[in-house]
């Protein structure tokens, strides 16, 4: 998998049903700190609400989710959430769909609607964007060559994740995992430039 898809923007969608009420909010989100801010920007935007479910997926591999369902019955809000967000291929995606209960006990299939409902409304608001699955990289080098340095990352469509520029340089880049052979090769190629994977290495 060389590519993935993830949102950029936050949206926020409403879904009735039988007066009960379901507020949609959608966040890109990149870690599990992104997420407990999220959840605590809507928490007090709607501290009255009945419910704050959510779901959210997280890395280019997908394989960090979690499903909430805050208290409505068992697999009737944060798995259909997360449906939704799987359905269009997201990660480093989470949508929390506030509740406000209005009276009449919607059943369980009528919950699982409503969770989805709000979910597909939200994301339809947001583009979905593709994102290069990257390889991380720290590079160390004198000031002299910088600009060689940044032409070459330019021109190989890597990320610069992070860079102190004095006389001697340290960057960190993000290299797309389809052309990671040929940039490493052009960084390479450069004389004094130090390569070195980062620890985490994705």
């Known amino acids: 998998m060389e590519v993935y898809f993830t949102i950029e923007k936050t949206a926020t969608a409403e879904y009735k049903d039988r007066g009960s009420k379901f507020i949609a909010y959608a ?25 704050h479910c959510f779901a959210y997926r997280l890395g280019t591999d997908g394989l960090q989710f979690r499903a909430s369902d805050d208290g409505e019955p068992s697999g009737t809000a944060g798995k259909p959430i997360l449906g939704q967000i799987d359905s269009k291929q997201l990660t480093d995606t989470i949508v ?4 406000y209960f209005g009276g009449t006990l919607l059943g369980a299939p009528g ?4 969770y989805k409902m709000a979910t597909a409304l939200v994301l339809q608001l947001i583009p979905a964007v593709q994102k290069n699955v990257e390889r991380k990289f720290q590079l160390s080098f004198d000031y002299t060559i910088l600009n060689e ?8 469509n890597c990320s610069i994740l ?3 520029l004095q006389l001697f340089c340290a960057m960190e880049i993000g290299v797309p995992l389809a052309n990671k052979e040929l940039c ?15 620890k985490a290495g994705k």
């Not at 920007?41 to 709607?46: G, I, L, R, T």
């Not at 919950?111 to 409503?114: C, D, G, M, V, Y």
Request: aromatic content about 4%; some cysteine; charged content about 30%.
């Open 27 to 51: 966040f890109p989100v990149k870690n599990t700190d992104d997420v407990k801010e999220c959840l605590l920007v809507v928490k007090k935007e709607h501290p009255k609400a009945t419910h």
């Open 96 to 99: 929390i769909v506030v509740r």
């Open 111 to 114: 919950l699982i609607n409503a």
């Open 149 to 156: 340095v940044i032409n070459t990352v330019k021109q190989n």
């Open 162 to 164: 992070s860079q102190e």
């Open 184 to 198: 490493l090769l052009r960084l390479k190629e450069i004389y004094g430039l130090e390569i070195r994977e980062s």
